[in-house]
């Protein structure tokens, strides 16, 4: 965030900027189109540098920061039907990106960005920068390895997608003057050209318009704790940093699930418990 405000406003300090100059940063964050949730947190975390700010150089810069409240959290899953449906009738590169956000939890910019020069043949498994740091040594499946196999032989160092048949749209007119690196314009044009052919891919499918590419990775997570028991598994195949961030990724159980796993409880020590029937006075 401080290198942000420092790249936007070169020659002035921190400390110096005006109400103005924050709140034309959260509307620019605004305008990015990021979910509710997002904005929230990053509104906390540029609040939480202000209150820095505030403390060390006697300013009131925190007060120029609205409350967001945080938005709902979010547990559609995909059924297995959901999916077979998609992979049917998406091309290769879209049925690659299913596979990546349903088996191994990724998100959508770590796939784009997926390279085969990121696919370690010996362990089998990826080795890629996560959103949050770190880099994760998940375990690929024979048919991705195929996949990702076929396309390293194409161009090692090229975008699994796009070798595999992703569009490569146009920079548009007025893309060109913004001040964003090239390479990063042209992310932006083919993370947009994803979503648009997922809204194609839906239609044709027939499946339910409320379905993200996003509630894949929550499929993902929720199928993962959901096997082991273990929330650590599920955090690792996410790639988050904390367990409650794993937490908000799990879908609550259905009433038929929630039953079955209430009957499997064993109650039966409670019943031969003695209970008080007297009592002192």
Same mark, same amino acid.
């Given at each position: 965030?401080?290198n942000?405000?420092? &790249?936007?406003?070169k020659?002035?300090?921190?400390e110096?900027?005006?109400?103005?100059?924050?709140?034309?940063?959260i +509307?620019?964050r605004k305008?990015?189109?990021y979910?509710?949730?997002t904005?929230?947190?990053?509104r #906390? %975390?540029?609040?939480?540098?202000?209150?820095f700010?505030?403390?060390?150089?006697?300013?009131y810069?925190?007060?120029?920061?609205?409350?967001?409240p945080p938005?709902?959290?979010?547990?559609? %899953?995909?059924?297995?039907?959901?999916?077979?449906?998609?992979l049917?009738?998406?091309?290769?590169? !879209?049925?690659? *990106?299913i596979?990546f956000?349903?088996?191994?939890g990724m $998100?959508r910019g770590e796939i784009?960005?997926? %390279?085969?020069?990121?696919f #370690?043949?010996?362990?089998?498994g990826?080795?890629?920068?996560?959103?949050?740091?770190?880099?994760?040594?998940l375990? &690929?499946p024979?048919?991705l390895?195929?996949?990702? %196999?076929?396309?390293g032989? +194409? #161009?090692p160092?090229?975008?699994?997608l796009?070798t595999?048949?992703l569009?490569?749209?146009?920079?548009?007119?007025? !893309?060109?003057r913004?001040?964003?690196?090239?390479? *990063?314009?042209? $992310?932006?044009? !083919?993370y947009s050209?994803?979503s648009?052919?997922?809204?194609k891919?839906?239609?044709?499918?027939?499946?339910?318009s409320?379905?993200?590419i996003?509630? *894949?990775?929550?499929?993902?997570?929720?199928?993962a704790f959901t096997?082991?028991g273990?929330?650590?598994?599920? +955090?690792?195949l996410?790639?988050?940093r904390? *367990?409650?961030?794993?937490?908000?990724?799990?879908a609550p159980?259905r009433?038929?699930?929630?039953?079955?796993?209430?009957?499997n409880?064993?109650?039966?020590w409670?019943?031969?418990a003695?209970?008080?029937?007297?009592l002192?006075q």
């Amino acid at each position: 965030m401080a290198n942000e405000i420092g &790249v936007r406003w070169k020659n002035i300090p921190p400390e110096r900027l005006m109400p103005g100059q924050i709140s034309e940063l959260i +509307q620019h964050r605004k305008d990015q189109g990021y979910a509710r949730g997002t904005i929230a947190s990053r509104r #906390d %975390t540029l609040k939480r540098l202000l209150h820095f700010l505030d403390r060390t150089h006697h300013t009131y810069l925190a007060e120029s920061v609205p409350k967001v409240p945080p938005g709902e959290l979010r547990h559609r %899953t995909a059924t297995q039907e959901e999916v077979s449906k998609l992979l049917e009738v998406a091309p290769t590169w !879209m049925r690659c *990106l299913i596979y990546f956000a349903r088996i191994l939890g990724m $998100r959508r910019g770590e796939i784009l960005d997926l %390279t085969p020069a990121e696919f #370690d043949k010996q362990s089998h498994g990826l080795n890629f920068p996560r959103k949050m740091g770190g880099t994760s040594g998940l375990p &690929v499946p024979p048919h991705l390895e195929k996949l990702i %196999t076929f396309a390293g032989e +194409q #161009d090692p160092h090229q975008r699994v997608l796009v070798t595999l048949g992703l569009p490569i749209p146009g920079i548009r007119p007025h !893309m060109h003057r913004c001040q964003v690196p090239p390479q *990063l314009r042209e $992310r932006r044009a !083919m993370y947009s050209t994803i979503s648009y052919e997922w809204i194609k891919l839906r239609k044709k499918a027939g499946v339910s318009s409320d379905l993200r590419i996003h509630d *894949l990775r929550h499929t993902a997570a929720t199928e993962a704790f959901t096997e082991t028991g273990d929330l650590r598994t599920a +955090q690792q195949l996410l790639g988050h940093r904390s *367990l409650s961030s794993t937490i908000r990724y799990l879908a609550p159980l259905r009433t038929q699930e929630l039953r079955d796993q209430l009957a499997n409880l064993n109650h039966a020590w409670l019943y031969k418990a003695k209970v008080a029937t007297e009592l002192k006075q």
